[in-house]
């Protein structure tokens, strides 16, 4: 298995710029969420969903939208950059069969910067 | 979900326990302590959870104490690799579907 996958690894925008981070994993696993994280703070929910067809917002989720059409994928969509968004993207992935108490899988990240 | 409280920073020496302590007062019944870490900008990895009784896994061990207002995570025998930042989340699955809340954690350095 790959796990938690995402790309790019790196990227640089310009303010106002749309870009598609993307996020999959293959474990066939129901959840599925995406994080920020600022320099020196932890990490922030934006969107999570908890299968095909089902996304919710978490604590910090303006300026993002959110699909999500299969099992396997979960791409992250910045409308228009802003270079508030600076910041590294995490995506994780959960099964939530069995009682759902079980450990939450993360990507490597992706490094966006904001001009 | 209930709030934590751990300690910014630690040092242990190599190849001795490090002890990581959590407070979280205000945690209900049916809430879990998860503990997970970071190496360094790397996507976090899961340690170890407990509900109420101590646990423990090839990684760590998780003692939570009877009132479970506080937990302690235990890495028995720290390596320079185990330097990282310690997150301590208490998590209610009922209602929060899986989301972490996390906090800044503790930053463990591991020195030969």
């Known amino acids: 298995n790959a796990g938690v996958t995402q790309t790019p690894k790196f990227q640089v925008l310009k303010t106002g710029q749309s870009m598609t981070l993307q996020c999959a994993q293959d474990m066939n696993h129901e959840y599925m969420s995406w994080y920020r994280q600022d320099p020196g703070m932890g990490l922030r929910l934006i969107h999570y969903?908890?299968?095909?067809?089902?996304?919710d917002q978490g604590e910090v989720p303006n300026g993002y939208n959110v699909s999500r059409s299969t099992t396997e994928d979960f791409p992250l969509r910045l409308l228009s950059a802003a270079p508030s968004q600076t910041s590294v993207y995490f995506c994780?992935?959960?099964?939530?069969?069995?009682?759902?108490?079980?450990?939450?899988?993360f990507g490597p990240g992706t490094r966006l910067t904001v001009l | 979900d209930a709030k934590t409280t751990q300690p910014p920073s630690m040092d242990c020496a190599e190849g001795r326990a490090a002890n990581l302590p959590c407070n979280h007062s205000t945690i209900s019944g049916n809430e879990y302590v998860y503990w997970y870490r970071q190496i360094h900008s790397q996507g976090p990895q899961y340690i170890i959870h407990?509900?109420?009784n101590n646990e423990t896994n090839e990684m760590a061990s998780l003692i939570i104490t009877e009132d479970r207002k506080s937990s302690t995570l235990i890495l028995p025998h720290a390596t320079l690799r185990d330097t990282a930042v310690y997150y301590c989340i208490v998590l209610n699955y009922g209602g929060s579907q899986g989301n972490l809340i996390f906090g800044k954690g503790t930053k463990l350095s591991v020195k030969p």
């Open positions: 969903s908890v299968g095909a067809g089902i996304t």
């Open positions: 994780a992935s959960n099964d939530l069969s069995g009682g759902a108490y079980n450990e939450q899988f």
């Open positions: 407990g509900l109420k």
